[in-house]
């Protein structure tokens, strides 16, 4: 079954813990991106992937590394999380790059106290 | 980057009824897809519409690329169609709007 899976899919953790979110996905796809879901502010892209090594900057970045060592994986990596990262996280991938039709994950509810 | 706007914010139906979701784009699109949020907050992809018009099932879609915009139409609906729809463009940047809040009540 083609598919993006995401793990944890539910945690609460403490500030400065840090935590790594995985996805994976099994249908070859180049581009991968991260999600960030807040109320009243909907879809927020925090980085993507167009391939193997490459990544770059969505619009809220900022205290999020991720990396793309194989093609299946792109880990989000919240190095020193704090409440404001408090959030539902979506992964997500797509053929080519991001004009084509994209594939999400089951998403992430992070809580950071 | 790019606009968009979704209209209403929050659509409350009964069962059987029909309804309409409005997307606006500011700019022409690569993309434009919907989803629906259901209430454990999984994203479902509906349709890939860049433009024309697709259908499944109670649910169809359509994308004038040239006016703009996209309208979502559920028929019949169901308390089941519940949650938030979302429309999602790219340009250069892939944005999504604000999400229509559906509420069908039995």
């Known amino acids: 079954e083609a598919q993006v899976t995401q793990n944890p899919r539910y945690l609460i953790t403490v500030t400065g813990k840090k935590l790594t979110v995985t996805c994976s996905q099994n249908?070859?796809?180049?581009?991968m991106s991260w999600y960030r879901q807040d109320p009243g502010l909907g879809l927020r892209q925090i980085y993507y992937?167009?391939?193997?090594?490459?990544?770059d900057k969505g619009d809220v970045p900022e205290g999020y590394k991720v990396s793309r060592k194989e093609k299946r994986n792109f880990p989000l990596i919240l190095e020193s999380p704090s409440p404001n990262q408090t959030s539902l996280y979506f992964c997500?991938?797509?053929?080519?790059?991001?004009?084509?039709?994209?594939?999400f994950g089951p998403g992430t509810r992070l809580t950071v106290t | 980057g790019i606009q968009v706007e979704q209209s209403p914010p929050d659509l409350i139906l009964q069962e059987g009824a029909n309804s309409t979701l409005r997307c606006n784009f500011s700019?022409?699109?690569?993309?434009l897809q919907w989803f629906h949020q259901n209430p454990w907050g999984q994203l479902i992809n509906l349709f890939y519409?860049?433009?024309g018009t697709k259908q499944n099932g109670r649910l169809s879609a359509t994308t004038v690329a040239t006016e703009r915009y996209s309208l979502l139409y559920i028929s019949s609906s169901q308390t089941t169609d519940s949650g938030v729809y979302f429309c999602?463009?790219?340009?250069?940047?892939?944005?999504f709007g604000a999400g229509t809040r559906l509420t069908v009540k039995p």
């Open positions: 999602a463009a790219v340009v250069f940047d892939m944005r």
């Open positions: 992937s167009m391939n193997v090594e490459v990544t």
């Open positions: 519409i860049p433009s």
């Open positions: 249908m070859n796809h180049e581009y």
């Open positions: 700019d022409s699109v690569n993309n």
């Open positions: 997500a991938s797509s053929y080519g790059d991001k004009r084509y039709e994209q594939y």
